[in-house]
């Protein structure tokens, strides 16, 4: 069983940064891939961006390209989001989740191949 925790969400005026970190239970975290998820009132889980083990691999999606990056530090168990230049509709719950199978694709868009979630933190951009 793996532990997911989120933490960093709030309000920001848009143009405004966040920056999200996940920590994850376990001994062999650098053996889980990691993605970081969205979903607003009334839309479908969105996948936001992924990274490799090692953190040499690293996927996002397009409508945060070039605004997000994502980054882990395996020594602390924790995987980042920071988040700039942010818009009012990046508005949504933020999750993190972690795929465990040897055979995964680093920075993985599908939410089903990612076996546990945390709970998810609020990020509110404001106009």
């Known amino acids: 069983q793996v532990q997911l925790v989120e933490s960093g969400g709030g309000l920001v005026q848009a143009g405004g940064s966040l920056r999200l970190s996940c920590a994850a239970s376990g001994r062999t975290f650098s053996s889980y891939l990691m993605g970081w998820f969205r979903q607003a009132p009334g839309k479908e889980r969105e996948f936001v961006a992924g990274?490799?083990?090692?953190?040499?691999?690293?996927n996002y999606g397009n409508s945060v390209k070039g605004r997000f990056t994502i980054s882990r530090d395996n020594a602390k168990n924790t995987v980042y989001l920071q988040m700039n230049s942010l818009k009012p509709e990046d508005t949504a719950v933020y999750y993190c989740a972690a795929d465990l199978s040897p055979t995964g694709r680093p920075g993985g868009a599908d939410r089903y191949k990612y076996d546990f979630w945390g709970q998810g933190t609020q990020v509110t951009v404001s106009s």
């Open positions: 990274i490799s083990r090692m953190g040499s691999v690293t």
